[in-house]
């Protein structure tokens, strides 16, 4: 029996749904990534974008563990000397609680184009609306 190729247009892209009411971020984070790579299908071919849509709702419900709302830092460089910012977990997850979802989930893909083409594939929303509902998700547990 011989390996088989798969095709662009052999590919169906479908559409979940995940909620993140009460999850703990980096396991929810691994989940989602699988999900948007496609290697939760039998068709997974690491050169190929096979991986599914997902919408992420409640994204502020999310949990850290341990010490990580005060420990864990987010660091970003204007560019200029002395330009670092740094971030606490804690007030990103009050302010900004969709760009910590997408750091956490961006940072499990592969680091090339296949990678930004897979995380375009990432919707992530405060609250439980969405405006993807004509897409019918089905919802994704783990």
Known sequence: MSTQIVKKADIDQKWHIVDLNGKV??????EIAKVLRGKNKPCFAPHMDAGDFVIVVNAEKVRLTGNKLADKMYYRHSGYPGGLTTTPAGKM?????E???RKAVKGMLPKNKLGRQMFTKLKVYIGGNHPHSAQKPHVLEF
């Open 25 to 30: 971020l980096g396991r929810a984070a691994s």
């Open 93 to 97: 997850l009050e302010r900004k609680p």
């Open 99 to 101: 760009e910590l979802i």
